[in-house]
């Protein structure tokens, strides 16, 4: 685990010694780059990492465009990056970032932290996710642990984002899978399903029987069940039918 942050946070990775950055020893300023469309906040960061030994700001984006400029030009070793920048999704300017400078670690400043989207970046590869009521001392703490290992994630999200960041990942069931219990998550069975689907009821059948091993089962209603809790499928209204 990381060190105190509001909210829950989570680490991975053994703790690094200061000389464990990229390209850096002991005594070199990490460089970071500032990412918002507001000005203000900016220069409030500016301030607070200037006021820290060790550290510089290697430039300023207002947009998700600026900021890929940015990284191309200076290659920093953070970026604090606002999570509703104009401009492109923000997970496609992560991409992009980590195409750019695959040692740049990113973290992620936001006032609100939906499981969805946190799982989203941190498959993108973020470093780190922190809510932006985060004490100026937190934040150093955070830029300092995920520049010196490159393996550390640093959150500070509610437990419940947290929760679902660090449940066991659902299987992946095929497309065909999951438009089967989509349909069967209606009610409708394996007959029913073999019609809407223009196949035969035994197709059906074989389905049933993989999303089952794949998903752990003992009902079709705990199919259904494990697959919504796992966003792989939309809630309707179920059956209880046991057998696949």
């Given at each position: 685990?990381?060190?105190?942050?509001?909210?829950?946070?989570?680490?991975?990775?053994?703790?690094?010694?200061?000389?464990?950055?990229?390209?850096?020893?002991?005594?070199s300023a990490i460089s970071i780059a500032l990412v918002d469309d507001h000005a203000l906040f900016r220069e409030g960061l500016r301030e607070i990492l200037e006021s820290f030994g060790g550290m510089r700001i290697a430039?300023?984006?207002?947009?998700?465009?600026?900021?890929?400029?940015?990284?191309?030009?200076?290659?920093?070793?953070?970026?604090?990056?606002?999570?509703?920048?104009?401009?492109?999704?923000?997970?496609?300017?992560?991409?992009?970032?980590?195409?750019?400078?695959?040692?740049?670690?990113?973290?992620?400043?936001?006032?609100?932290?939906?499981?969805?989207?946190?799982?989203?970046?941190?498959?993108?590869?973020?470093?780190?996710?922190?809510?932006?009521?985060?004490?100026?001392?937190?934040?150093?703490?955070?830029?300092?642990?995920?520049?010196?290992?490159?393996?550390?994630?640093?959150?500070?999200?509610?437990?419940?984002?947290?929760?679902?960041?660090?449940?066991?990942?659902?299987?992946?069931?095929?497309?065909?899978?999951?438009?089967?219990?989509?349909?069967?998550?209606?009610?409708?069975?394996?007959?029913?399903?073999?019609?809407?689907?223009?196949?035969?009821?035994?197709?059906?059948?074989?389905?049933?029987?993989?999303?089952?091993?794949?998903?752990?089962?003992?009902?079709?209603?705990?199919?259904?069940?494990?697959?919504?809790?796992?966003?792989?499928?939309?809630?309707?209204?179920?059956?209880d039918a046991e057998g696949p």
């Amino acid at each position: 685990m990381t060190g105190a942050m509001p909210g829950a946070g989570l680490g991975s990775g053994p703790e690094s010694g200061p000389d464990s950055g990229p390209d850096s020893g002991p005594d070199s300023a990490i460089s970071i780059a500032l990412v918002d469309d507001h000005a203000l906040f900016r220069e409030g960061l500016r301030e607070i990492l200037e006021s820290f030994g060790g550290m510089r700001i290697a430039g300023e984006a207002g947009d998700s465009a600026a900021a890929v400029a940015l990284v191309s030009a200076t290659r920093p070793d953070v970026v604090l990056l606002d999570v509703e920048i104009p401009g492109e999704e923000v997970t496609d300017t992560v991409a992009r970032i980590r195409d750019l400078s695959p040692e740049t670690r990113i973290i992620i400043l936001s006032m609100y932290d939906g499981p969805q989207l946190l799982t989203r970046l941190l498959s993108a590869g973020i470093r780190g996710y922190l809510h932006k009521s985060v004490r100026r001392d937190e934040l150093i703490a955070a830029v300092r642990s995920v520049y010196q290992d490159s393996s550390r994630l640093v959150l500070a999200v509610s437990r419940t984002s947290l929760a679902h960041v660090e449940a066991p990942p659902c299987p992946v069931l095929s497309d065909k899978e999951l438009e089967v219990l989509q349909l069967a998550a209606q009610a409708l069975s394996n007959h029913q399903i073999a019609r809407r689907l223009g196949v035969a009821e035994a197709t059906v059948k074989r389905h049933m029987h993989n999303i089952f091993l794949k998903l752990n089962a003992v009902s079709r209603i705990d199919a259904v069940n494990k697959a919504v809790a796992g966003s792989l499928i939309t809630p309707h209204s179920r059956s209880d039918a046991e057998g696949p």
